[in-house]
């Protein structure tokens, strides 16, 4: 139960860290986007207007994700007896369906102006470019100073890292247009945005979507679980073995653990709970266990059960 509290208060100092990195990242995107709506303006490029399109989405999608970190901090009720966490997931996978919506937008408006191009001014195109550049490189190293694995900060990450890749095309693009006159670099550098966007888009919605529909943490390997307990002296046998994620960075486990009655009565269940409980900690780093102990005499009342 110590071990639980513990990775309990690091899990909330984990997650008010990155409530501050969130604050700073979404003052600094707001900024920018300012600064990339006028240099779209002024310049006319369909590449920085891209960008500060999705630098749009992004000053949303962070607030979204700081809001779910809020909302995650609050204490469960009668029915909520896992509390909020979950709404930093749903915040993950609404930060990339808005990504996946931004690629289709960026293919679009790139397809389009490839046809039709129009005529950029590359010198203020490579200026507001470059401030965009420098502001989300900021923003990224706020974010990956981060060790607590959230998804809903991945999400975020992801947005700034977009927004990163979106302001280097567009002064790679300036600079084309500026020493060559080739002005369909600018709509092919939102096409490559696009492209650079959609695999991470991707696997957020693949990773959020894990949680939510509860599937097994990447890397825990419940047959080599089960393997642990039934080592641990006493156990016969491990069954209804589940594991899942409550939100990012906390892994939950639950089993029904069949033990000799010799056992029992020697140590006792909380000897028994502790050392089940110190196994999965230790080798698999799952501090958010519930064991269900039973007898190896009743085991026969619990076949009865599953058969019913």
Do not use: K
Not at 133 to 162: K, P, Y
């Amino acid at each position: 139960m110590g071990q639980g509290h513990g990775h309990d208060h690091a899990h909330a100092v984990g997650r008010a860290e990155d409530r501050a990195r969130l604050r700073l990242v979404l003052a600094i995107t707001c900024t920018v986007l300012v600064v990339e709506l006028v240099g779209a303006w002024v310049a006319g490029s369909l590449a920085l207007l891209a960008d500060a399109g999705h630098m749009a989405t992004d000053a949303a999608a962070i607030g979204l994700a700081l809001g779910a970190s809020y909302v995650a901090t609050l204490p469960g009720g009668p029915r909520s007896t896992f509390g909020y966490h979950r709404a930093e997931i749903l915040a993950a996978m609404a930060n990339a369906v808005v990504l996946l919506v931004v690629c289709g937008y960026l293919a679009y408006a790139g397809l389009a102006r490839l046809g039709d191009p129009e005529t950029v001014r590359p010198v203020p195109l490579v200026l507001f470019a470059a401030v965009g550049l420098v502001a989300n490189g900021v923003s990224m190293l706020v974010l990956r100073g981060s060790d607590t694995g959230s998804l809903n900060l991945r999400g975020a990450a992801t947005e700034v890292f977009a927004d990163l890749l979106g302001s280097l095309m567009a002064l790679v693009a300036g600079v084309v247009i500026w020493t060559t006159g080739f002005q369909r670099a600018d709509p092919i550098a939102s096409l490559l945005i696009a492209l650079m966007i959609l695999p991470r888009s991707l696997v957020l919605l693949r990773d959020s979507a894990a949680v939510l529909l509860e599937i097994a943490p990447a890397g825990l390997d419940l047959e080599d679980v089960r393997r642990h307990l039934a080592e641990v002296p006493g156990v016969v046998e491990v069954h209804d073995l589940h594991a899942w994620t409550i939100t990012s960075g906390m892994p939950s486990l639950s089993a029904h653990v069949t033990v000799t009655d010799a056992a029992l009565d020697e140590h006792g269940v909380g000897a028994i709970l502790d050392r089940l409980c110190a196994c999965t900690a230790a080798h698999f780093g799952v501090q958010h266990a519930t064991f269900q102990v039973e007898p190896e005499s009743h085991r026969e009342h619990e076949d009865l059960g599953h058969a019913h």
